[in-house]
């Protein structure tokens, strides 16, 4: 229902900072949520953070709390995950999705919580 395309990963030096976007086209809605997350090599996707189309409410894992800061812009329907203080172990490739369902609640972390994807973008930080 819901196309996404990630932009902007790559590469940066521990405590740097990076910001990615999430573009989304076709259908969208303010009842949806948006959420990022991540995938290392050998591991399982994991969430990273989560916002309402509203924009009001957001949620984060306890791993990236208070470093990334998610945000929307609704006029640009885009979503943005501003990474700040990245560490080696926020490596991996980066992935924006939509919930299943309208109104699903932002701490709906599981990635099975989310019908749409977007191709990924790979972030890398260097130590």
């Known amino acids: 229902q819901v196309q996404l395309v990630e932009s902007g990963g790559g590469l940066v030096q521990a405590g740097g900072s990076l910001r990615l976007s999430c573009a989304a086209s076709?259908?969208?809605?303010?009842?949806?949520?948006m959420g990022w997350f991540r995938q290392a090599p050998g591991k399982e996707r994991e969430f990273v953070a989560a916002?309402?189309?509203?924009?009001?409410?957001?949620y984060y894992a306890d791993s990236v709390k208070g470093r990334f800061t998610i945000s929307i812009d609704n006029a640009k329907n885009t979503v943005y995950l501003q990474m700040n203080s990245l560490k080696p172990e926020d490596t991996g490739v980066y992935y924006c999705?939509?919930?299943?369902?309208?109104?699903?609640?932002?701490?709906?972390?599981?990635?099975?919580?989310?019908?749409?994807w977007g191709q990924g973008t790979q972030v890398t930080v260097a130590s």
């Open positions: 916002i309402s189309w509203s924009g009001y409410s957001t």
């Open positions: 999705a939509t919930s299943k369902y309208a109104r699903a609640a932002v701490t709906n972390t599981r990635p099975s919580d989310f019908g749409s």
């Open positions: 076709g259908r969208t809605s303010r009842s949806y949520t």
